[in-house]
């Protein structure tokens, strides 16, 4: 059974079209990624599964039952807001309880339910503290506790981690997807940030302006970008895209190579050394193409090189929709290499 389904939902603000047609589903004990640049709709859409905004047109249904005009209590799932929204008076446990004493739930299942919630989100030794009393990370776990211990089947994130450093995104990402899979939730999850989509989703719906613009699994989003603000949007650095005749030709910066002698001659404008490896920034024909290299580029800012790249790492698009094209050299090469040629 699908946890979450929309069928042409939109909402309008006056004359704008906030979410505009939006069909999806999120299958039970998926973790599907809302991703997209600010004002795509990511977050209008969120709140729309969780019945702080009613539907204009569409229907949602949660669990196979039709929610689209109730209200958030009524649709039993659990909510992480950006803010971690605590109550600065209260202590964690108090923070972690309170839906389930607004709700009645007795006293000792109350104490059972923390103790649980607690050790799962490793906040046992934390309980008596209060809010001002702890890290950042550790307030996201307060957040977390408090919609674990709803036992709703399904849990909506919204920009979760973004009041985090980068080291503790990377360690909350791990833990929420683990966290994720090990209760079985079906989780919804808004981000602005490709590198917590493609790590942590099972599906990734990326949003423009309203509207879906790609649905599918990290790995097609990054190898197979359906348009060219896809291939932009998905990819650290983004997929290179360089107009050529009547095709925009897209090639990730890891498939290029500097190879002395090759037909496309560009020019170095800088060099990231990141360890592992290196982003060496060129201009071609006055548009800009970035290559991934391993280890430390000895390449210079201000000479020329040349750079080559294999027929079948090239991406089409129509340069006026921007829409994918089949690449008929890429086809090729993968049926010689079938037949052993």
Known sequence: M??????????????????????????????????????????????????????????????????????PAQRKISMVFQSYALFPHLSVAENIVFGLRVRRVSRVERDERLKRVADIVGLSHLLERKPSQLSGGQRQRVALGRAIIAEARVCLMDEPLSNLDAKLRH?????????????????????????????????????????????GTPEELYNRPATAFTARFVGTPPMNLVRQGDRLIGVRPEHIRIVSGADHVVRVKAVEHLGADSIV??????????????????????????IAWEARHEHWFN????????????????????LGQ
């Open 2 to 71: 699908s946890a979450i389904t929309m069928s042409h939902v939109s909402k309008c603000w006056g004359p704008m079209r906030a979410v505009d047609d939006v069909s999806l589903t999120a299958d039970e004990g998926s973790l599907l990624v809302l991703l997209g640049p600010s004002g795509c709709g990511k977050s209008t859409t969120l709140r729309l599964i969780a019945g702080l905004e009613e539907a204009d047109a569409g229907r949602i249904t949660i669990g196979g039952a039709d929610v689209t005009h109730l209200g």
């Open 171 to 215: 360690e909350m990402r791990t833990e929420i997807r683990a966290l994720q899979q090990r209760l079985g939730m079906t989780m919804v999850y808004v981000t602005h940030d490709q590198t917590e989509a493609m790590t942590m989703a099972d599906r990734v719906v990326l949003m423009r302006d309203g509207r879906i613009e790609q649905n």
């Open 281 to 306: 920034l060129c201009e071609f024909d006055g548009q800009s193409i970035s290559v991934r290299l391993d280890g430390f580029s000895k390449a210079h800012p201000g000479e020329d090189i040349t």
């Open 319 to 338: 340069p006026t929709s921007e829409a994918r094209l089949e690449n008929e050299n890429a086809i090729k090469a993968d049926r010689l290499a079938s």
